[in-house]
């Protein structure tokens, strides 16, 4: 099935609680929630108490991407505070560390995914996709919204559709970065379900509900 998930990093900060309204009241069933900690990419975002107040006003799907260092040692209270999917970056920690974080999480009853950067290959994934419920590939360089689109990225969705496909995966693949009335269509004719929109959702001309936008999917 096909999902937006809106992302706050591009919502009005001094109307949060009005923002994610809006995310509701658009039908979408996602709400994205970037972790930056000016050390795995160059810029600081939200923390706990931001993922807690989300909680505290929505049943939304809490959909959180740590992009920080370590980000095993948060998992807890990624979870304490309301998180239904947690996404870390494949980048950040070595093999033994991921297979204990996919392990610590699915644990916990909450959805696990890993992503990857716009630089690294696809296929560093594949060992495992069979234990996760979703990847979120990168279309933009990590840390900073309103970037461009990497139309070459697509090849890596590609093959990780392809790889889920092999092994019999039902897997969410999730994009994130530059995504728009334009590039939704490029990266659902990919593989992507899962599409993040940051200042293509809050900043948009005309505000669209969650299935007047994934009519561009098709």
Do not use: W
Request: aromatic letters at 6%; hydrophobic letters at 40%.
């Amino acid at each position: 099935m096909k999902h937006i998930s809106p992302s706050i990093l591009a919502s009005n900060m001094l109307e949060l609680g009005n923002e994610i309204k809006k995310i509701e009241e658009s039908g979408a069933k996602y709400v994205h929630i970037d972790i930056m900690d000016g050390c795995f990419v160059p810029n600081i975002s939200f923390g706990m108490p931001v993922i807690s107040a989300v909680r505290g006003c929505t049943d939304l799907i809490i959909d959180v991407h740590a992009m920080i260092v370590e980000p095993d040692r948060y998992i807890d209270e990624f979870i304490r505070c309301g998180a239904d999917i947690i996404t870390f970056h494949y980048e950040a920690l070595d093999n033994t560390r991921i297979v204990n974080a996919i392990e610590k999480i699915k644990a916990k009853g909450i959805k696990a995914g890993i992503s990857i950067k716009p630089k690294t290959e696809a296929e560093v994934l594949y060992p495992y996709i069979k234990d996760i419920d979703m990847v979120l590939i990168m279309t933009v360089e990590p840390g900073f919204g309103g970037q461009k689109f990497m139309v070459d990225t697509m090849d890596k969705v590609r093959k990780v559709r392809e790889y889920a496909l092999s092994i019999g995966k039902e897997l969410d693949i999730q994009v994130d970065g530059g995504i728009n009335d334009t590039t939704i269509k490029t990266a659902s004719d990919a593989g992507a379900n899962i599409f993040v929109l940051g200042t293509g959702f809050f900043k948009a001309e005309k505000t669209k509900t969650a299935e007047e936008i994934l009519l561009n999917t098709l």
